[in-house]
């Protein structure tokens, strides 16, 4: 792989069959969730919180579905 960089952009060149077309899509999502990542101030212990959250958060919104 060969990164470069100019004043504006960070370009990627990498040979088309050496990655999955899937793992190519995912790519800029993967780049973003690490500049987030390296930017947070999030500890485990609250990500881990916020994570059970969502789950019962979700669980309740697709119980009734779910239980039919």
């Keep these: 792989m060969k990164v470069s960089l100019d ?14 077309q899937t793992a190519w899509a995912n790519f800029p999502d993967d780049v973003e969730l690490m500049s987030l990542n390296q930017n947070s101030q999030l500890t485990q212990e609250q990500a881990d919180d916020l994570a059970r959250k969502i789950d019962c958060s979700v669980w309740q919104a697709l119980r009734d579905k779910v239980l039919k």
């Design 7 to 20: 004043k504006q952009d960070i370009v990627v060149h990498r040979l088309k069959d050496s990655i999955t």
